[in-house]
């Protein structure tokens, strides 16, 4: 079984049109992938399809047919929530030290609890965990430490600054 967690800016691909929403669809459908999310990814996918259907003229119907859509994958098990831990947030703390102190990175909180959550994951499985992003920042803050490139196989799903296609 493979063991996928995904940033809420690669799982929105799944409820949403675009070029990598195949891919996330397959990920997710397949039996084959266990797929996780964090519980602060329920909060962001609101803001991520609420920002969706306002930039596509979209109406509000649209917009609870997509998230009843998310709700069911989670309520069938296709996506298992996992509860972000007090060790989560100070693991995500000292990733924004690391990334906005001393690399001068702006790394959102949410995105380094995500990661976060996921590298605990990992930990407690003694697995690598596939993580997929789409945010370049995150991806690239995580692939230059050790601790999340060791126990995590980073998947950037979309284009990377310098114009090369990511793989998922």
Request: positive net charge; glycine residues 6%; contains cysteine.
């Amino acid at each position: 079984m493979r063991l996928y967690f995904f940033d809420t800016c690669a799982l929105q691909h799944r409820y949403v049109g675009g070029a990598y929403s195949a891919r996330i669809r397959h990920i997710v459908s397949d039996s084959r992938c266990q797929c996780h999310i964090a519980d602060w990814t329920v909060l962001e996918m609101a803001s991520a399809l609420g920002r969706h259907c306002r930039l596509t003229g979209l109406s509000c119907k649209t917009y609870d047919q997509l998230g009843k859509r998310f709700f069911e994958d989670i309520a069938c098990g296709r996506l298992v929530v996992r509860s972000t831990t007090v060790r989560d947030v100070t693991r995500a703390r000292d990733l924004i030290r690391f990334a906005g102190v001393l690399r001068r990175r702006n790394l959102k909180s949410a995105d380094a609890l995500i990661a976060a959550a996921c590298l605990d994951f990992a930990y407690e499985k003694a697995a690598r965990v596939i993580f997929c992003t789409s945010d370049w920042t995150l991806y690239s803050i995580l692939r230059d430490i050790n601790h999340y490139s060791a126990a995590l196989r980073l998947r950037l799903i979309g284009t990377p600054r310098n114009g090369t296609v990511g793989r998922g």
